[in-house]
Nanobody, 115 residues
Framework: QVRLVESGGGLVQPGGSLRISCEAS????????AAWYRQAPGKERELVASITNIGSTNYADSVKGRFTISRDNAKNTVYLQMNILKPEDTAVYYC?????????WGQGTQVTVSS
């Protein structure tokens, strides 16, 4: 059974940093591309960052230079390091693993940026 568990979300002040994680089980993690999406209240889910199975990364313009996606295949985990956080980064963050036409989602972790 495939399971993705996100962790590390929380409340942080503007300008602060946070690292969220997504640990996978029941899956050949190293074969999968990974991505972080987010969904703010009243808005559609949007792609934040992605990383291929060989480590190539891509970022939404709104987070370039502030967020870094990485993966540790030995730990079956993908990370999102978020720096210089802004109130508009507030959202539920979801991880997604994909292999060809198959995709798996985590349950999401809340990130709130507020003073």
């Amino acid at each position: 059974q495939v399971r993705l568990v996100e962790s590390g979300g929380g409340l942080v002040q503007p300008g602060g940093s946070l690292r969220i994680s997504c640990e996978a089980s029941g899956i050949r993690f190293s074969l999968h591309a990974a991505a972080w999406y987010r969904q703010a209240p009243g808005k559609e889910r949007e792609l934040v960052a992605s990383i291929t199975n060989i480590g190539s990364t891509n970022y939404a313009d709104s987070v370039k230079g502030r967020f870094t996606i990485s993966r540790d295949n030995a730990k079956n985990t993908v990370y999102l390091q978020m720096n210089i956080l802004k109130p508009e980064d507030t959202a539920v963050y979801y991880c997604r693993l994909s292999y060809y036409s198959t995709a798996h989602w985590g349950q999401g972790t809340q990130v709130t940026v507020s003073s």
